[in-house]
């Protein structure tokens, strides 16, 4: 009989990585949907550019693009108002 060893990684860590991951297909996700939404607002150039940012750099392309399309998007309802 084979003696019974601890895992390598506890569960625990492999939880928070799974979750990890998924939060960040899920940021990934969202931003590129966002991107396609705002479509209007930028020359397909630019969003070219932005898709291959968040794509690859997989957390900091979509934090950035986040913060960007926010500023931009408060820029227009100030222009608005």
């Known amino acids: 009989m084979l003696p019974v060893s601890a895992p390598p990684f506890p569960v625990a860590f492999e939880w928070g990585m799974s979750a990890l991951l998924l939060a960040w ?27 291959v940012v968040v794509l690859c750099l997989p957390v900091i392309g979509a934090i950035c693009w986040f913060i960007t399309d926010h500023a931009a998007t408060q820029r227009e309802r100030e222009d608005t108002t």
């Open 25 to 51: 297909i899920v940021a990934v996700v969202w931003a590129l949907v966002r991107l396609k939404k705002t479509k209007h607002r930028r020359d397909p150039m630019g969003a070219l550019g932005w898709a």
